[in-house]
């Protein structure tokens, strides 16, 4: 199946995705404020700059899209028809990456948790989420 786009839209569709400040990462940064938890943002001096880091607790907090980081829910297993090959390598790359910076994290004394996209949709459960993860206060 071709793809829906030209090489041109696909190329402005592909630009406009974000790497920071996403609705998923903004959704757990709001309920950790409203937790009164406080924290740094994208501290690139941790390995794999976590976008959320508590310091006091150690805990660094990454927020993974489902697609872009393989994760095993529906949305996450989804791979595209169109250029399968390079999707599959570009998503391993990730799943690589991310586990290599969970490992040197770890290694440093820190907590690496990680929150997905899916879990970000019910606000009740993210809050439990984050309390189990972070703690509170």
């Not at 310091?55 to 927020?63: H, I, W």
């Not at 040197?104 to 809050?127: F, M, N, Y």
Request: hydrophobic share 40%; proline share 5%; charged share 30%.
């Amino acid at each position: 199946m071709a793809d829906v786009f030209s090489p041109a839209q696909r190329s402005v569709v592909m630009r406009a995705v974000k790497s920071r400040d996403t609705a998923p990462e903004m959704k757990v940064r709001r309920a950790a404020h409203a937790l009164g938890l406080r924290f740094r943002l994208n501290r690139a001096d941790l390995p794999g700059k976590p976008d959320l880091v508590f310091p006091a607790k150690r805990t660094a907090l990454f927020v993974h899209g489902c697609f872009w980081h393989g994760h095993n829910c529906a949305r996450g297993a989804r791979i595209p028809q169109n250029n399968r090959d390079y999707w599959q390598a570009k998503i391993s790359r990730n799943m690589a990456r991310d586990e290599a910076s969970l490992a040197a994290l770890r290694k440093l004394g820190w907590k690496p948790r990680v929150i997905w996209e899916c879990q970000t949709r019910d606000d009740h459960a993210l809050s439990r989420l984050i309390v189990r993860n972070v703690g509170n206060r």
